[in-house]
């Protein structure tokens, strides 16, 4: 267990008191309320959020029985999933005013798993590229990167311990980074879509952000409906780990680099076999096959948008993956469906030899600035090969913020995924260098 204060708990922790009768839901909600009510106007993480309905939701938990894994814990979901509580605006004009009827599959899981819904995060419009108005909390002057910005910003600031997001390039992994928490993007297909907007069919994939790893495991269990898995790696297994630099590894810069190299010298120490995993050559074509499906499907996807409401999409998103997909002959795309399906196999050859590939989640710290979300290069290619990944905090960079390195583990195998990663925290012992043990305390003075 932790000392930290009650809104920072990790949700495994906050379950577990809720359980054993040391805290109940209303409380850890209302610490939650209390940190968005103090940080929120500088962080700007939420786009919908019902208090009263949040502390009622809570207090119906702590009269009536246990009902799940996450009885009691309070999330958040990112506004590209519907909710029959909140509206769903996607971070569009054109959507504005809009009230679903019923639940996203995500939403209806977590409720039935005992999670009490806060809110709806911001996403950056229709989860592509441009950005809402979130903030990182660690500088408020940098991006909390995207499409998952406010659910990687609202847990790193500790007003929810868990949030929805969703990855189509590189929006789970890069903004759990840049805001130095654990982002999980699972196996595609792992988690039902039903209730979300999807731009790209063959690629987005709903994921978690979160405080821990275990937290990861916690609703990845509640969300498929099945038991908490065992996560402890065997004694007698040697971890076998390769670094995997691909062919855009100079795109990192130099702290990032060392930090890999830094992460792999410490795991040869702590007992794990660490080598290299050079990528074929055929996989440099995933980079360009990645735009083309995911611009081609994006187009088809918001056809009522882009032929109704045009002048009402943004001009990077409509002159951008819009135009890029309406642009893209079906050839190509088919052509960069077949690429994605060959490397599937293929990579096989290295899941022989490894369990798990170290690469950047990101090129560096979060970029000054919030217009823009920062480069998703390190990230389209394991998307696109539906492996699943996760990042862990517990370096920085030059200017103290928060820079992580990425997991990959084979497509199937997300609790293998799950063991490693912690295998890694515990025997790097990253959880004490994590930044939300800074984040947590930060007062209104300093945000001003």
Not at 91 to 104: E, K
Not at 379 to 389: E, S, V
Not at 404 to 428: C, F, K, M, S, Y
Request: proline fraction near 7%; charged fraction near 25%.
């Amino acid at each position: 267990m932790t000392d930290r204060p009650i809104h920072a708990l990790t949700a495994t922790d906050a379950a577990l008191k809720i359980a054993r009768g040391e805290l109940t839901s209303e409380q850890l909600v209302r610490a939650c309320l209390e940190r968005v009510t103090l940080r929120e106007t500088h962080v700007r993480a939420f786009a919908h959020i019902d208090f009263d309905k949040a502390i009622e939701q809570a207090r119906h938990y702590d009269r009536g029985p246990h009902r799940g894994l996450l009885h009691g814990v309070p999330v958040a979901f990112k506004d590209i999933v519907d909710s029959a509580d909140f509206p769903s605006t996607y971070n569009s004009p054109i959507w504005a005013g809009n009230q679903p009827r019923s639940d996203a599959a995500c939403i209806g899981m977590s409720k039935a798993a005992g999670g009490v819904v806060v809110g709806k995060t911001v996403t950056t419009e229709f989860a592509n590229i441009t950005p809402g108005p979130t903030r990182n909390p660690h500088d408020l002057s940098r991006t909390p990167g995207g499409s998952s910005q406010g659910s990687a910003a609202a847990v790193a600031d500790g007003m929810v311990p868990l949030a929805i997001g969703t990855q189509t390039t590189g929006s789970t992994i890069r903004p759990a980074a840049y805001c130095g928490i654990v982002g999980y993007k699972p196996t595609f297909g792992d988690f039902v879509r039903g209730g979300m907007k999807v731009a790209s069919d063959s690629l987005d994939t709903i994921s978690i952000l979160a405080r821990s790893v275990d937290d990861c495991a916690l609703w990845r269990a509640a969300l498929i409906g099945t038991t908490l898995p065992d996560l402890r790696w065997p004694k007698d297994r040697k971890p076998r780990i390769a670094v995997c630099r691909t062919k855009v590894w100079n795109e990192a810069d130099a702290a990032t680099q060392r930090m890999i190299e830094e992460c792999a010298e410490r795991l040869v120490k702590a007992g794990a076999s660490v080598g290299e995993a050079p990528l074929p050559r055929e996989f440099d074509g995933l980079w360009d096959a990645h735009r083309d499906i995911s611009s081609f499907e994006a187009a088809r996807n918001f056809t009522w948008e882009r032929t109704t409401h045009r002048d009402q999409l943004s001009p990077a998103f409509r002159d951008g993956r819009i135009s890029q997909g309406e642009s893209c002959p079906y050839d190509r795309y088919r052509s960069a469906l077949e690429l994605a399906a060959r490397c599937r196999w293929e990579i096989g050859a290295i899941w022989d030899r490894f369990d798990l590939l170290l690469t950047p989640a990101a090129p560096g710290e979060a970029p000054v600035g919030i217009t823009a979300t920062g480069s998703a290069v390190f990230n389209g290619i394991w998307t696109l090969l539906y492996t699943p990944c996760i990042t862990i905090p517990g370096w920085s960079g030059p200017a103290g913020m928060p820079i992580g390195p990425q997991l990959v583990a084979p497509r199937g195998e997300d609790i293998r995924l799950l063991a490693l990663a912690r295998w890694v925290q515990e025997r790097l012992d990253l959880s004490r260098n994590a930044p939300i043990a800074r984040i947590v305390e930060a007062s209104t003075s300093a945000d001003s």
